[in-house]
């Protein structure tokens, strides 16, 4: 899958006078914008980020010297992915909005106006994104509620809803996991007399790839996810270049205990609690 990132504006959008209203959050926000951009720089997503806002990202930090690690870090970053860079139009649907909240109505209206056009470049990106695409909206934690894993980007009667994500660490796991590819193994494709072990349809098979997991024990690559609507595991297997089959196992027994006991707590179905030897 091929993931597009999009930045929180007001991770690097500070007044001078808000740097000194408030130090802590700005020391915090900015360190954990450091370690973001070291997740994208190291990674080969696209990167969604109009030249207005490279230049705020250079220039827009108050309380940095010119030559500090910071600054250094940031150049490099943007001379790094200049070639992953998606521009955007400059248009913007009159009364767009998100929830949570992304227009800081504290900032100029400049900055205002140029996140509405970001805001609308995304809502417009997620209606025509292609089914091999995933688009991210990354920001800090202090500056959303922790427990809202998507933005909402409402015009007139229509929103659309993107994933996003808010520390470094979620960004790096989201990152490797919309790595992974499904592919049905050609030899259980019907159109050869063979039925598939496997009879989730492509877009519910991603979904689960994305959710699986690895386990601890061993040394096997196989990933592993828990359908509750049929209460088997699935079972993912490398063939190569992040690429996967898969195929059901209701066989407890070849599941090993730390899937089975994280899928319990999952989804606690009759059958994955007997599984366990719960009740």
């Given amino acids: 899958m091929n993931h597009i990132t999009a930045?929180?504006?007001?991770?690097?959008?500070?007044?001078?006078?808000?740097?000194?209203m408030y130090p802590e959050k700005y020391k915090i926000i900015l360190f954990e914008l450091m370690d973001i951009i070291d997740v994208l720089?190291?990674?080969?997503?696209?990167?969604?980020?109009?030249?207005?806002?490279?230049?705020?990202?250079?220039?827009?930090y108050p309380a940095i010297d010119e030559n500090s690690d910071v600054t250094r870090s940031i150049y490099r970053?943007?001379?790094?992915?200049?070639?992953?860079?998606?521009?955007?139009?400059?248009?913007?649907?009159?009364?767009?909005?998100?929830?949570?909240l992304v227009i800081n109505y504290l900032l100029s209206e400049d900055f205002q106006?140029?996140?509405?056009?970001?805001?609308?470049?995304?809502?417009?990106?997620?209606?025509?994104?292609?089914?091999?695409?995933?688009?991210?909206f990354v920001t800090v934690g202090n500056l959303r509620d922790p427990g809202n894993n998507f933005l909402k980007l409402i015009v007139a009667d229509d929103e659309k809803e993107i994933i996003s994500i808010?520390?470094?660490?979620?960004?790096?796991?989201?990152?490797?996991?919309?790595?992974r590819k499904y592919e049905m193994?050609?030899?259980?494709?019907?159109?050869?007399?063979?039925?598939?072990?496997?009879?989730?349809?492509k877009s519910i098979a991603k979904r689960m790839l994305f959710n699986s997991i690895i386990s601890s024990r061993g040394n096997s690559q196989a990933l592993y996810f828990y359908d509750n609507d049929k209460e088997v595991f699935i079972v993912f297997r490398p063939h190569t270049d992040n690429v996967y089959h898969a195929y059901e196992n209701d066989n407890p027994?070849?599941?090993?205990?730390?899937?089975?006991?994280?899928?319990?707590?999952?989804?606690?179905?009759?059958?994955?609690?007997?599984?366990?030897?719960?009740?």
Avoid at 41 to 60: G, V
Avoid at 113 to 130: G, P, R, T
Avoid at 266 to 272: G, N, Q, Y
């Fill in 113 to 136: 106006n140029e996140i509405k056009i970001l805001l609308s470049a995304l809502y417009n990106y997620s209606k025509n994104e292609d089914d091999d695409e995933e688009l991210t």
């Fill in 185 to 201: 193994n050609p030899k259980h494709d019907p159109e050869y007399g063979w039925g598939s072990p496997f009879s989730a349809n």
């Fill in 253 to 279: 027994n070849e599941i090993p205990s730390d899937i089975r006991q994280y899928f319990l707590k999952e989804h606690p179905s009759k059958k994955t609690r007997k599984q366990n030897g719960e009740k």
């Fill in 77 to 100: 970053f943007l001379a790094k992915v200049q070639d992953r860079i998606i521009e955007y139009p400059e248009f913007s649907y009159p009364n767009i909005y998100s929830d949570p």
């Fill in 7 to 20: 930045l929180d504006p007001n991770m690097f959008l500070w007044e001078t006078n808000d740097v000194e």
């Fill in 166 to 179: 808010q520390n470094s660490e979620l960004l790096s796991d989201f990152l490797i996991r919309s790595k």
């Fill in 41 to 60: 720089e190291s990674n080969n997503n696209k990167i969604i980020l109009k030249k207005y806002f490279q230049d705020e990202l250079e220039n827009h």
